[in-house]
């Protein structure tokens, strides 16, 4: 009996030690993203969505325009489809026993494996209402407050969610994004992230996503102008011509051949 009670008693201890070491999340962030989606939704349920747009694409000496179609599912599954002027591209990011997963491919060929540690943050960074501001009631998102601060000419309240079960887990730092909601209307007006390049996790490629032009389609508020930002330069520029909510996109659409 004496040996069962100290089995337990370090049982107790180690659980109770793990519970330590695991972040919690700041209740004023919680409350703050679930106001965020609401403001973004009005109260519904989004599953998927399939974006249509015009883009200018802008990489180096590189400058293209075209169309795009961009469609995500969930908080874990993504595509968009970019037809420019200088040819195609596609890009995927899917889940696969839980793990996230991505690829992209170019003018038709062979599709190439994203390296994983690109493929922790939100796979629907195009579209606020599906990115982790959604996944308050999952217990493998962490989300703490960070301020009321300047972004750019607005005033916002700036939130951080990760995905961790630990402190020291890579995964945190790999999966950190930065939510930017205007301190008025709650709604996201910039998101950040950082890349990295495919062979080297350490070195981070800030990476930010600016929301403007927010108008209301079937009760949801969608961002009809963003542009995703690499290391200080546009290089996507986005303006939306169409959308549809709720159509049942289906798994085998966000994985590449």
């Not at 540690?117 to 606020?128: E, Q, R």
Request: proline share 4%; net charge negative; with cysteine.
């Amino acid at each position: 009996m004496f040996r069962l009670a100290v089995a337990v008693s370090l049982l107790i201890s180690a659980v109770c030690a793990v519970a330590q070491n695991a972040p919690s999340s700041d209740a004023f962030a919680v409350a703050l993203a679930q106001q965020s989606v609401v403001a973004l939704t009005g109260g519904a349920t989004l599953r998927d969505v399939t974006l249509n747009a015009s883009v200018t694409s802008i990489l180096g000496a590189d400058y293209e325009t075209g169309t795009a179609v961009l469609e995500a599912k969930g908080s874990g599954e993504s595509r968009v489809d970019l037809r420019l002027s200088g040819g195609t591209r596609s890009d995927v990011r899917n889940l696969a026993n839980g793990a996230p997963g991505g690829a992209w491919k170019r003018n038709g060929s062979t599709s190439t494996a994203y390296a994983q540690h690109n493929c922790w943050t939100d796979a629907s960074w195009f579209f606020p209402t599906l990115t982790s501001l959604s996944q308050t009631a999952n217990p493998n998102f962490v989300f703490k407050y960070i301020g009321q601060e300047q972004h750019g000419s607005v005033n916002t309240q700036h939130i951080r969610v990760y995905q961790s079960s630990s402190q020291n887990s890579p995964i945190s730092a790999l999966s950190t994004m930065d939510f930017y909601l205007d301190a008025v209307s709650l709604l996201p007006i910039a998101l950040g992230f950082n890349a990295h390049p495919d062979d080297d996790m350490g070195t981070k490629l800030p990476t930010e996503i600016d929301f403007a032009n927010y108008q209301p389609v079937n009760g949801i508020q969608l961002p009809f102008h963003f542009q995703k930002i690499l290391n200080g330069l546009v290089v996507l520029d986005v303006t939306i011509t169409g959308s549809a909510f709720n159509t049942g996109l289906t798994d085998t659409l966000f994985i590449l051949p």
